[in-house]
């Protein structure tokens, strides 16, 4: 056999297989094809936390390194609805279904689960944390308390005053802490005049605009939506489903989950892969140009926390706490991503002036760095890590800094000189001053016209903040 001629191989084994479409069944599809797609991981902002491990790097230290310190910033956990989502999309596709009695839902494909269907949520409920979210949180304080064993236990969690943000802590505090009463939350006010000195800066920042991106992702919601409207209009022509319908079903999919831990408009027969795949670029639009690199002021309203926390880290100043934690809502982490020069489609080629051709409205870009959906989902969280490394084999021994965004190790923008995705302490001094430089000056160029503004962050140093109120029993985290 091992000299036979390749020609003389392939008439053999003509011979020896049946030919009964045996070489026709087991194409290379059927053979190697084990395509799986999870709506809940192309949601956005609407997703249940998940590790997408962009990229597959092992979120374990490099050999040889320890942590020594670590700060976070997470995004609240799930809720039940966001006050925008609810209002604009979700809402007006109840209060349609409500009127639309005449509808027999049990005879029409895909959609028969309408027929007793019954909402998640009331609109008192909107913004409260869910069952799922109280868990997403205590999950990734036990996660934290495996990741870093030898570092000591915070005393203190700072988060930003709403309810959704203060719960979360709570329930982080609880998977964390090993005895009850030990660790407390420190609530920052959600001030709109607090200048960079809150974990909600935007709010103070008079050039930003919670409005911004809707125009651009409009165009794209109608091309997306086109077909699937024509599609479940032909279906149930008296309900005439609207592009506005479709994006608050597709919501649905993740509120519902979040709720009742499933959600029927995630059935692929209803909303395909590709039906998917437009809803998060859409999602993606808006928030490139709202709090991503298509936003002028998105540098300058992450940089402070960026500065703040690293100038922390590499002092080694965080006191009595090994670890800095704080909760914030869904705009600043990719805010601070942008002062971090991270998921950048122009990273490797391009320019900042051209960035917003990356994210053309009419198409796409499959390739792109920037998806919501890796980025922030309900509890997405960020770290930066001081790793401290002796024996590391090819690297001197001494301190070094990682960024981990929901586990996966981020590489810096050129700052990439140590094992791993690490970056030495001489090269993340330099890599801090030059983002620094590019988006130092908050007061500015947000415009600030009111008193006593800041563009500095010092809620971590500054004892008026006070020592905030103890968490309590854990087993309060849980109660509805």
């Not at 934290?144 to 030898?150: I, M, Q």
């Not at 810096?412 to 001053?433: A, H, M, Q, W």
Request: glycine letters at 8%.
């Amino acid at each position: 056999m091992a000299g036979l001629p390749l020609g003389g191989l392939h008439r053999l084994l003509l011979i020896a297989l049946p030919t009964t479409g045996f070489l026709q069944s087991c194409s290379a599809a059927s053979l190697y094809s084990n395509y799986d797609f999870n709506p809940l991981e192309h949601l956005g902002g609407v997703a249940p936390y998940f590790e997408p491990k962009d990229p597959p790097a092992s979120p374990s230290p490099p050999q040889g390194c320890t942590p020594a310190q670590t700060a976070y910033l997470s995004r609240h956990a799930a809720i039940y609805a966001n006050d925008y989502d609810y209002e604009e999309y979700i809402e007006p596709f109840l209060q349609k279904l409500d009127n639309n009695t005449a509808i027999d839902w049990s005879k029409i494909p895909a959609l028969n689960f309408l027929a007793d269907w019954t909402a998640p949520l009331t609109e008192a409920e909107q913004e409260l944390l869910t069952r799922v979210g109280r868990l997403e949180a205590a999950q990734l304080g036990v996660t934290l308390s495996f990741r870093y064993p030898n570092l000591r236990l915070p005393s203190r969690i700072w988060t930003s005053s709403a309810e959704r943000t203060y719960k979360s802590a709570q329930a982080l505090a609880r998977g964390l802490e090993i005895d009850e009463n030990y660790m407390n939350v420190v609530s920052i006010y959600e001030s709109e005049e607090a200048g960079a000195n809150s974990l909600t800066p935007y709010k103070s920042c008079p050039a930003y605009s919670s409005s911004a991106g809707s125009d651009q992702s409009a165009v794209y919601l109608k091309k997306f939506t086109k077909p699937i409207m024509a599609r479940l209009n032909a279906l149930v022509p008296a309900f005439n489903f609207t592009a506005n319908d479709i994006y608050g079903m597709m919501e649905l999919c993740g509120y519902e989950s979040v709720i009742r831990g499933n959600s029927p408009f995630c059935d692929l027969d209803l909303f395909t892969p590709d039906d998917w795949l437009g809803w998060e670029y859409t999602a993606d639009i808006q928030y490139h140009y709202n709090v991503g690199y298509g936003n002028q002021v998105s540098g300058a309203v992450g940089l402070p926390w960026l500065q703040a926390t690293a100038n922390l880290l590499m002092n080694g100043s965080t006191g009595e706490q090994d670890m800095l934690i704080s909760f914030t809502h869904r705009e600043l982490p990719p805010m601070v991503f942008v002062a971090m020069g991270l998921f950048n489609n122009s990273a490797f080629g391009g320019s900042e002036t051209t960035i917003n051709d990356t994210m053309p409205l009419d198409r796409i870009n499959y390739r792109r760095a920037w998806k919501s959906s890796h980025i922030m989902p309900f509890s997405s969280n960020l770290a930066i890590e001081r790793l401290n490394c002796s024996g590391s084999f090819g690297y001197d021994d001494g301190d070094y800094y990682r960024v981990l965004v929901n586990s996966a190790p981020q590489p810096l923008p050129y700052c990439s000189d140590g094992p791993g995705t690490t970056c030495s302490r001489n090269g993340f001094e330099k890599y801090v001053e030059e983002r620094v430089s590019l988006f130092q000056g908050f007061s500015e160029k947000c415009g600030v016209d009111y008193d006593n503004t800041t563009d500095i962050l010092s809620i971590y140093t500054d004892p008026g903040v006070g020592n905030g109120t103890v968490v309590g029993k854990r087993y309060e985290a849980f109660v509805s």
